[in-house]
């Protein structure tokens, strides 16, 4: 009954912690970004900003983060700016993304198993389910109006900054079939549901399946009845069910707080204090009992994090070792304050444009002077008769 109560709900905690992963570790593998990868994370950051249902310091958070991205006079920015922004160094009220794993429904049988990729495919299904339920959200942005604007961009994520490239491969491969069919935002919904049971049926029986959650075609008949309809004694899908069904499970109705972490000084623009949020991902209001509180234990897959007095840099510098080696240290190090003074490379970034900008001013306030002088001389020295 309680598997089922988990796989039945939405969980915050899944969809935050995917989110933290994305943007401290996945996209740590890249020093900087420039031309496509950095349209790529524009585009993701705008969608995600603009349909995301999650809890208003998330939300705000990034909201922040699209409009900096979109209004950054640059052409190339460093990771640990985007970072330092995630991690609200600039401490602006009411900015908040927790800073560690807390899966639920998509904690794993085994630390290795589910996790993160449950987790992005939750959050994939809750944009292209929020598209459609609110369209005029992605007004203004260039996507209005276009009903693959969701798919495409996941497309384009996935294939640039996804840590499988094979699955990116097999990703990229499916889109090419069918995604340019799509023409509404109802079709997007149901082409992304058939392309997960996809993928789940050619990784059935792979190592990376957990015994406990088979991949099977989903959604189960246990879980949407009306889903299922037999035709010529052959199980068949029913798609307008399975529209409703996905619209109602994805949707911000079913979505639940429940494990959540503790938002803590978000109000104050900082990070949660010491002690408001476990280091092994349980609020301190309301925490899990028995095989509960076993489920959702964070995976050890990922290396175990430091104590918070060590720096939350240290802690995603071995993340990244696990993950790429010597060169994920390097990248994580670039997340450094800016030369061991406290500065972050936002604070850099913002006193170069304004530098630019004081020098621009001083040398149009230096030629509007000059060519008022030599007026001036010009009359003096040439009064008129």
Sequence with gaps: MRVFHLRSKLYTADLESGLHYLLRVELAAHKSLAGAELKTLKDF?????????????????????????????????????????????????????PSHIKWVGCQGSRPELRGYTCSLW???????????????????????????????????????????????????????????????????????WKKHNLVNNRLAGHLSEDPQFPKVPWPTPDLCPPCHEEIKGLDSWNEGQVL????????????????????????????????????????????????????????????????RSEGLHQGLDLKLESLNGAAGRREAGAAMPFLGLGFSSLDMSLCVVLYVASSLFLMVMYFFFRVRSKRWKVRHHHPSV
């Design 45 to 97: 950051v705008t969608v995600a900003a603009k349909l995301f249902p999650g809890r208003p310091p998330v939300r705000k958070l990034l909201e922040t983060l699209q409009e900096w991205l979109a209004n950054l006079p640059l052409d190339r920015i460093p990771y640990n700016a985007v970072v330092d922004l995630v991690n609200n160094k600039m401490r602006i009220s009411g900015l908040f993304l």
């Design 122 to 192: 939750k959050l994939f299904h809750t944009l292209t389910v929020e598209a459609g339920a609110h369209p005029e959200a992605l007004d203004d942005t260039g996507f209005e109006d276009d009903p693959q604007a969701v798919l495409q961009t996941i497309r384009r994520y996935i294939h640039t900054f996804f840590g499988c490239k094979e699955c990116g491969e097999h990703f990229e491969e499916m889109a090419k079939e069918s995604m340019d069919s799509v023409k509404t935002p109802d079709q997007a919904i149901l082409w992304l």
């Design 244 to 307: 409703l069904f996905l619209k109602r499970h994805y949707g911000s109705d079913n979505l639940v707080d429940t494990y959540s972490a503790d938002l803590g000084d978000a109000s104050e623009g900082g990070p949660p204090a010491e002690g408001q949020d476990g280091e092994r991902g349980h609020p301190s209001s309301e925490k899990p009992h028995g095989d509960q509180a076993k489920s959702l234990h964070p995976p050890s897959a990922l290396p175990p994090r430091p104590r």
